[in-house]
């Protein structure tokens, strides 16, 4: 019998067994599990009792201007915005005879209280669930920047740490770090300096793409993701007023940080007997990649189209730029748990320009729009019939490596069916702008550019 028949009979098979109760598990056996892969700081935050740990809330009882601007971060939706796709990385890991709990990984940065004792990898705490909170910033005593996540020690008993020496509180000690001082912002490369232990393969390589690249008189992290205003740190009397950072760090999440990162030129327009050539000039105007964070699922795409384009598709031609990752058979994958290797990647390095050569059918007239956007994960990835959730799934009931065992007692666990019907047709959003040109063909001349979401014609 095929591998698919037996595949079909399996999905048939499973809800009944979760019906009648059985242990299917016990009825068809499981693989012995591989040992728990080490790295660097695995199990250390489990030496501090996660009680210890004040939440958000109470912080902003006196710092109300500064949780605010948290509060619509993306560091408080860590987990939030991330809970469906580390579930999903524990079902794969389930599926390829793993443990499932190896996705504490993802937590050491997503939800880092949820490690402390006692851990919580489901993460129930209503603490854990902050995300990256303010004590896991503000009391890391120490850390350091290498392939492991979160690599900090924390001291919830010890004083509030920040960049002022002369702060006072009611509630709490005070104290400078040199880490939250420094130029290289070691305490943003914890996180976004990390690799899947099981494989090497990069999670989030951003400080070191921005590290590699800078020199002293560069920015840094926080002069664009934390940019400087004044204000009071804590809305109490005798507070002075001086120079902060806002903590909403704005980044991929954000229309204007977005639109500020990438730009686009024309160079020139090209005619001859095979048709009509833009020369396009893409430049990069970050420190990092573009785009950068968890390969692949950010894009950015130019594209040129006969008229404005529409939201998907109507491209007379394109260029994608992202990352990728590989599975061992060289088919490109979503999963990073089941990735043999990074892959090709089409991101433009800090600051690049990059001359682009786009083809227009012979015979084209009229205006073009030239237009870059960026975008997070679809609910489908192109060619692909599967909700992007379910793709990993599906590469994983065709690999011949996954046995049929693993197969149903996987599909009978209640958990799995209600992660897979929560994630059917998923996005993480819609396409947001970033620059577009229209051009003239006749004339080979910019007629109009991107401002604020809506052109503005050359006069």
Not at 6 to 22: D, K, M
Not at 70 to 90: P, V
Not at 123 to 128: F, G, H, K, L, S
Not at 342 to 348: E, K, R
């Amino acid at each position: 019998m095929s591998r698919r028949i037996w595949i079909i009979a399996a999905l048939l098979a499973a809800p009944p067994l979760v019906l009648l109760g059985w242990k299917a598990s016990q009825a068809i056996g499981r693989e012995p599990l591989p040992r728990h892969h080490s790295y660097a700081n695995r199990g250390e935050r489990a030496e501090v009792d996660r009680g210890a740990y004040r939440s958000a809330a109470f912080c902003g009882g006196c710092h109300s201007e500064i949780y605010a601007q948290w509060q619509e971060s993306y560091l408080s939706q860590a987990w939030t915005q991330a809970d469906r796709e580390i579930r999903l990385h524990g079902l794969t890991l389930r599926l390829r005879g793993m443990d499932p709990d190896e996705r504490r990984f993802c937590l050491e940065c997503h939800a880092p209280l949820s490690l402390a004792w006692p851990e919580d990898l489901d993460v129930a705490d209503p603490i854990a669930q902050e995300g990256v909170t303010c004590v896991v910033c503000h009391t890391a005593q120490s850390v350091a920047v290498d392939e492991a996540p979160a690599r900090m020690d924390n001291d919830p008993h010890g004083p509030m740490l920040g960049p002022f020496d002369d702060a006072v509180s009611p509630w709490h000690a005070t104290a400078t770090a040199e880490h939250l001082l420094s130029w290289d912002n070691e305490l943003c490369g914890s996180c976004h300096s990390s690799k899947w232990p099981l494989n090497d393969v990069p999670i989030d390589w951003t400080w070191q793409e921005w590290h590699e690249d800078a020199g002293p008189d560069d920015e840094n992290c926080v002069e664009c993701h934390m940019p400087a205003y004044t204000g009071q740190a804590a809305q109490l009397e005798g507070v002075p007023e001086r120079e902060l950072r806002d903590h909403s760090f704005p980044g991929g999440h954000d229309p204007d940080i977005v639109a500020e990162a990438m730009t686009l030129s024309l160079v020139d327009v090209e005619r001859d007997a095979d048709g009509l050539r833009l020369l396009v000039d893409v430049q990069n105007l970050a420190g990092h990649d573009l785009p950068s964070g968890n390969p692949p699922a950010p894009e950015y795409r130019l594209r040129a189209c006969a008229g404005p384009c529409p939201a998907e598709g109507g491209s007379l031609d394109s260029r994608s730029y992202r990352a990728s990752m590989l599975m061992a058979d060289g088919s490109n994958t979503l999963d990073v748990t089941i990735a043999a290797s990074d892959g090709p990647s089409t991101a433009l390095p800090p600051r690049e320009i990059r001359r682009e050569v786009l083809e227009l059918p012979i015979g084209t007239t009229g205006e073009i729009e030239l237009r870059i956007d960026f975008s997070y994960w679809r609910p489908y990835e192109p060619g692909h019939r599967w909700p992007s959730y379910w793709s990993a799934i599906h590469q994983h009931l065709g690999n011949p490596e996954v046995s049929m065992g693993r197969i149903v007692t996987t599909l009978a666990r209640p958990q799995t069916w209600a992660l897979l019907f929560e994630s059917i047709g998923h996005s993480k959003g819609e396409p947001m702008a970033v620059d577009a040109l229209r051009v003239d063909l006749a004339s080979g001349e910019v007629t109009g550019w991107w401002s604020e979401g809506d052109f503005e014609l050359v006069e």
